[in-house]
Structure formats: C-alpha cells, structure tokens
T-cell receptor, first 115, second 114 residues
Framework: SAVISQKPSRDICQRGTSLTIQCQVD?????MFWYRQQPGQSLTLIAT?????????ESGFVIDKFPISRPNLTFSTLTVSNMSPEDSSIYLC????????????FGPGTRLLVL | AQTVTQSQPEMSVQEAETVTLSCTYD???????LFWYKQPPSRQMILVIR??????QNATENRFSVNFQKAAKSFSLKISDSQLGDTAMYFC???????????FGTGTRLTVIP
C-alpha cells in the first residue's frame, strides 16, 4: 500500500485564522480524499480531489471553508479557513489503492485545536 | 443513504483470548465493499480486513477474520489470540463500488487486558 504523510501532525490555532494541511503520497494516485474526525466521533468525508479538476465536496462542506488543491498525482492540500473552535478535529487524507480494489489507505492525520 | 451501526461502544478482552466486534449496515445495493479499520492512540487509521459482498467466503488476515452474513447485513470482526497491540478503536466501514465515500460506524473501543 502507498505511504502517506501529512504536515503538520498537529497545530493549535487562533480563531479567525486559516491552516493549510499537506498530504504527500509516495506513488501516483488518481484520487485523494479528505476526511474530518471530530472529537470522539467517526470519520466524515469532506471532499474528493482529482488531479486537474475541482474537488467534489460532500453535503455540508463548501469550497470557501475548505479549499483544496491537487497540483499533481502525489500531493494535495486542504485549507481550513476562518477557523472557529468547532473546527477542532483530526483531518485525515486517504488514497485509493491502484489495483481497483476500492480500498482506501489513510495518512497519519493532523490534529487541529482552535482556541 | 447507507448507514453503519456498531452497537458496542466499548469492549475488553483478556490477552490471548478471542473477541468479536459487531457491525450491521443498511443498503439496497447488491454489490459493495466492507472494511474494518483500526485506530490506535497514535490515531493512524489502519486497514485490518476487507470483504467484497459478492464473495461468499469470509475474509481472513492472520488473527483477524470476519463473519459476513449478507442476508442479515452483518459484518462482525473476530480477533483471535488478542495482543496488547490490538488495543484501539475499531471502525466498520461500507463503500459502494464506483463511489468514493466510505461510510463509517461510530466505532468500538477495544481494550486488551494483560
């Protein structure tokens, strides 16, 4: 499976600011995904990022709040904009395996605390 | 919409014993994928095991196996010879083929007791 890294691993931010999270994969992948895990909760898909096209957002998530970039087949960023304490979560990126097996592998996550 | 239910918020098991985690799901699809992921305190989501709905044979991965009951829409995870490193949150997840969204259950916190 692909090796996925995320930066930063954690951060503490002030409300009203923005944070950009990076996701790097060690192989080329078509689809990358961004999930949010709120404290004590399960994972919820924010958006799907394909290289060369606009990200596709799930219901309840908008581009102005969570802009995503996908400049190439190994890298993506998620920005959490104009943060509030409710944005305190773990943000995880994932990629789908290249064998067509519909299996997603996850990065280590970014733990965000907004004060 | 698909829903995934894990009815056991917390479980514990003695080291070397066997434990079964429950998962049920709701879907009108005939073909789909089911997964168990493990999230230890490091918060890394780790794939434990995967099952394709069109396969009747239950998936196994070393000490981990599933009991897939398609008619009952049940997908339980059995961990044999439990080890301390198995202590983690376990999430059951569902995916439709061709879709991107993994639908996760609420998780079961498993503690392996020495």
């Amino acid at each position: 499976s692909a090796v996925i890294s995320q930066k930063p691993s954690r951060d503490i931010c002030q409300r009203g600011t923005s944070l950009t999270i990076q996701c790097q994969v060690d192989s080329q992948v078509t689809m990358m995904f961004w999930y949010r895990q709120q404290p004590g909760q399960s994972l919820t898909l924010i958006a799907t990022a394909n290289q060369g096209s606009e990200a596709t957002y799930e219901s309840g998530f908008v581009i102005d709040k969570f802009p995503i970039s996908r400049p190439n087949l190994t890298f993506s960023t998620l920005t959490v904009s104009n943060m509030s304490p409710e944005d305190s979560s773990i943000y995880l990126c994932s990629v789908e395996d290249g064998a067509g097996g519909e299996t997603q592998y996850f990065g280590p996550g970014t733990r965000l605390l907004v004060l | 919409a698909q829903t995934v239910t894990q009815s056991q918020p917390e479980m514990s098991v003695q080291e070397a014993e066997t434990v079964t985690l429950s998962c049920t799901y709701d879907t009108s699809e005939n073909n789909y994928y089911l997964f168990w992921y493990k999230q230890p305190p490091s918060r890394q989501m780790i794939l434990v095991i995967r099952q394709e709905a069109y396969k009747q044979q239950n998936a196994t991965e070393n000490r981990f196996s599933v009991n897939f009951q398609k008619a009952a829409k049940s997908f339980s995870l059995k961990i044999s010879d439990s080890q301390l490193g198995d202590t983690a949150m376990y999430f059951c997840a569902f995916m439709n083929p061709g879709a991107n969204n993994l639908f996760f259950g609420t998780g079961t916190r498993l503690t392996v007791i020495p």
